[in-house]
């Protein structure tokens, strides 16, 4: 089975709230955990990453939060924008070949 | 820089029949991978490669073969195509070190009937 799992398949926000995106794992090993971002028809596009020995990382309008304890990891995104609608895929990284484990995706819907 | 070409966008096979998908990319990546998604799923690992000459099954690697005799090119081919090869397929390709950063293709929509 997959060791990364999202914990809802959709989302509906309104335009200008903050989205919160949550993501279970399984894997203690995981080196990295990945946000990825993909719009309909185009592939995964790299968002935010958080090493395992932080607990959290800010980019650009997004923040990614780390709780190593209940081993779930979250992305939030402020004042969420039409821009933003797209299924979001939380994945772990393993191994010296940096191995990608992708969960089953959720779909961020954003009204005007 | 045009990144992860993949080629084609769509392509329909009747049951039986085998194609090659093919997947370059011009960023001088060492790692490249091949990955399978399913409606309403996240992506499977189908297989990977660490540079030319190297290849490793990933999760889902039955019926499916990869080659990689350059580094710019990681094609995947489907010998006697089956209805669950129907999927959209993603190329990818990363550096070393890039903390499994990688750069994605637009994708190839299969379907076989």
């Known amino acids: 089975g997959e060791s990364v799992g999202l914990h809802l398949p959709t989302l509906s926000v309104q335009e200008g709230d903050n989205s919160i995106i949550n993501c279970a794992y399984s894997?203690?090993?995981?080196?990295?955990f990945i946000w990825y971002k993909q719009e309909s028809g185009k592939g995964p596009q790299f968002i935010i990453d958080?090493?395992?020995?932080?607990d959290k990382r800010q980019g650009q309008r997004v923040t990614v939060l780390l709780n190593k304890t209940v081993k779930h990891l979250s992305l939030q995104i402020a004042a969420t924008q039409p821009g933003d609608s797209a299924v979001y895929f939380c994945?772990?990284?393993?191994?010296?070949?940096?191995?990608?484990?992708f969960g089953k995706g959720i779909t961020l819907s954003v009204r005007p | 820089n045009a990144g992860v070409t993949q080629t084609p966008k769509f392509r329909i096979l009747k049951i039986g029949q085998s194609m090659t998908l093919q997947c370059a990319q011009d960023?001088?990546?060492?790692?490249m991978y091949w990955y399978r998604q399913d409606p309403g799923m996240g992506l499977k690992l189908i297989y990977y490669?660490?540079?030319?000459?190297?290849?490793d099954k990933g999760e889902v690697p039955n019926g499916y073969n990869v080659s990689r005799s350059t580094t710019e090119d990681f094609p995947l081919r489907l010998e006697l195509a089956a209805p669950s090869q129907t999927s959209v397929y993603f190329c990818?390709?990363?550096?070393?070190?890039?903390?499994?950063?990688?750069?994605f293709g637009q994708g190839t929509r299969l379907t076989v009937v």
């Open positions: 990818a390709s990363s550096t070393p070190g890039a903390r499994g950063v990688a750069f």
């Open positions: 894997n203690s090993a995981s080196d990295y």
């Open positions: 958080i090493r395992s020995n932080m």
């Open positions: 994945a772990e990284v393993t191994g010296a070949n940096s191995k990608l484990t």
């Open positions: 960023m001088n990546h060492n790692y």
């Open positions: 490669s660490v540079g030319a000459g190297i290849t």
